[in-house]
């Protein structure tokens, strides 16, 4: 890629840029106007990115920046292939009245659009077979030593199975032009990249892979739908006038056309609506020449002729005596039909396969060359000695990459040079084309050239295809509905350094569904990644908390096998419960509670215990078996491993049950649940806690503080007021009772206090 600034230029961008990490560029501005227009360098090809207005003047009389103490950087996202340009002080002083602005270009690449990922999926699964480590690097040299019949017999399969694989990317190709452009998804430059691409692997399949009896309509197919003949109009426009056949142009710029193309059957269908049968009664000669030459084309056979020369030089026999007597039809310029005459020998000259006739006559390079093919001879040597021949006659533009570059270089053999030209333009479909050419020995004439020497360069020859699939995977990872793609070749490919990369990659991929998730596991396995997978398992078991899914998530943070971070959400979820003063809604979460013999892992069932006996103390306490509840929630304050900064809401529960009206009247309800050796552990539960929140121990503090946390968030207003919907809540019973509800752990342990003395008295007197 090259940048080049100037007052008369722009970059195609989006406003969206990577900020540099710079001090001295907090005041950036970013420029708005940008145009569309994208320029090639002439020697590599590489494209050209205008900055508008860029931060160095241009002219004869700019000083260098770095004279200046400024340097020019770059910084490009590591995501995507966005980038900017700035500039930067070299000694980190920023100087006086230095260019504050920010200049976002971006690199070409891939389009993104939901019809492009489509595509790169589709050519991934078509290649995949042969991907599977590197086995198109193999398929060539398996092919070399063996019984000769059975050596004919795998080279015609494998040549199948290539051409099968060429088909699916001219599809899936073909598919995406027609999507993106009804949906004018890309701009003029994909456009054409897209163009480019399809006239390439069309005329790629007609020289290479296909069937004998295929190449001519293959090669018909290819110059058609590179260049577009709107013969329908042409037709309209020529035949719309009263002479209809006796006008010139309708012979010379449409039948000729149609003929040097191959579309016979329209050349028959136009000549036949062109109102020539009125010459059966006014020139029968010349009708019946006109009905003669229709009547041959109509036989030509293209799939027969590229499989029996001998059938073909019949056909063409018959066209050259009917050339022949045609010749002796009136030539006299005063002949009413003399211009329809003339053109229909030049017709009759072009069929019989004339090669100085094809070339003074043809519009166009590649129309001579299906021209030759067709009429000279179906024979592949033919394109070798058309461009032998006329090759300085060809059209050829070298200071940019078009279709026709391409095909002319890749009819020359200059199979690489298309394939480095086209990748630029669209990589996915140049790195596949390469697979194909590896795989079907057509890099084998380099590999010649080279020799044994130079063993470096040698070996990145081989390395080139690997390499440009490499990189095609690592340019997926800016897209994340790619990424699944990028992983899959490497992981096919089987690169030394692909279980690396894509243990790095896999947790940057957001799984939408269960089985894109299995996917990564299959491939953890694979690879045995057993720290990513249990990464994996982390980042969906809280995709999935976010999501509503307790029990799921907790079940992926068990099955990470990390049991610190499974016993955390595990607390989480008993510290949420505890605040809200009832049970977290969660269906599968109950069910697993109440029905021991569901299989779960061990670790997540033993996490959550303390979070289920919370929960049946609340439904005891709902129930009304309020003795029963008492003792579990007994049991959780003396649970030897409970998260010490949860006890003052613990202790809270007791405050409805110890509680006395400011009348000194404790509830019906709750009256008399406590004996004398229940009193005395809540005592005893009070005092250890009291004893703690006076100490000067650093751990014991931390816990202090979060308890005081925890509590002031329970008692808040919001929580009050949300709690006032659960009758059974402890801070709803309180305020029924008149109790004031304590604003911290202090007024807490007070209350309590203070309840228990009157509790005790109580029993006292009875």
Known sequence: MTLEFGHSSTVSSSNKYLEPEDEELSDIEIPDEYEDEMEYDSNTNAPIIRLKDGPIASGEGRIPISKNGISLKFALSPMDNR????????????????????????????VNSEAYNRYSEDCFKNFEDILKNKKYKSMSSDLEVGVPSLLKEMKRTKA???????????????????????????????????????????????????????????????????????FEELENEFLSESDGFSNILFWSSLVQRLVMRGL?????????????????????????????????????????????????????????????????????????YFGVARQLEILLAIASGS????????RAWYEALVAHYLFVLPDPTVIQEFFREYKTQIYS?????????ACINLLEGNILSVISELEPQEKCTATYLSVLCEAGGLFEEYLELLGDGNNAYNKRFLENTDSMLKNLALSYFSTQKLIPVGIGILWKMNEPD???????????????????????????????????????????????????????????????????ITARKSWE??????????????????????NPSIEVHPVLRQCISPYAVLAQFYDLKNQGEIELAIGKL???????YMQQHCTPLLLAQFVPFLGYSSKGNQSEVLRRVFSPEQLIIIIELLNGFDEKMHQKEPFLETVIEKSRELFEIAVSQRAIERALSNPSDWRTQARKLNITVPRDVKSLITLLRKSIAMEEGHLFLQ
């Open 573 to 594: 979820l008993f510290e949420s419960a505890l605040v809200l003063g009832t049970k977290v809604n969660d269906r599968s979460l109950e069910q697993l509670i109440d």
């Open 160 to 230: 199948e199975t290539l051409d099968r694989h060429l088909i699916s990317l001219i599809t899936d190709l073909q598919r995406l032009i027609v999507t993106t452009l009804d949906a004018d998804e890309v701009d003029e430059s994909e456009a054409r990249g897209f163009e480019t691409a399809i006239t390439v692997l069309n005329l790629f399949r007609s020289l290479n892979f296909s069937r004998r009896e295929e190449r001519i309509g293959l090669l018909c197919n290819w110059v058609n739908r590179a260049d577009l003949l709107p």
């Open 397 to 405: 533009d070298p200071t940019s990459f078009t279709w026709e570059a």
């Open 83 to 110: 980038g900017a340009v700035y500039l930067s002080s070299i000694d980190g002083e920023k100087p006086e009245n230095i260019n504050t602005h920010i200049y976002p270009f971006q690199v070409p690449g891939s």
């Open 498 to 564: 692909a279980r690396q990369i894509i243990a790095e990659i896999l947790p940057r991929w957001y799984c939408a569904n269960t089985d894109e998730f299995e996917y990564c596991l299959a491939i953890c396995s694979e690879l045995r990644l057993s720290a990513t997978s249990a990464q994996l398992y982390k980042q969906q078991g809280q995709i999935l908390k976010d999501e509503g899914w307790l029990l799921e998530s907790l079940n992926m943070f068990s099955l990470s096998g990390d049991i610190g």
């Open 634 to 640: 007994v049991s959780l304050i003396r649970f030897p």
């Open 355 to 362: 090669p100085g006739v094809i070339r003074e006559n043809t």
């Open 264 to 336: 016979f059957d329209e050349a028959v269908t136009v000549i036949g609506n062109s109102g020539y049968e009125t010459l059966e009664s006014s020139d029968p000669n010349l009708f019946l020449f006109i009905s003669d030459f229709c009547t041959l084309l109509s036989s030509y056979d293209s799939v027969g002729f590229a499989i029996d020369q001998d059938a073909f030089l019949e056909w063409k026999q018959s066209m050259c005596q009917l050339r022949d007597k045609f010749g002796k039809i009136e030539s006299d310029p005063k002949y009413q």
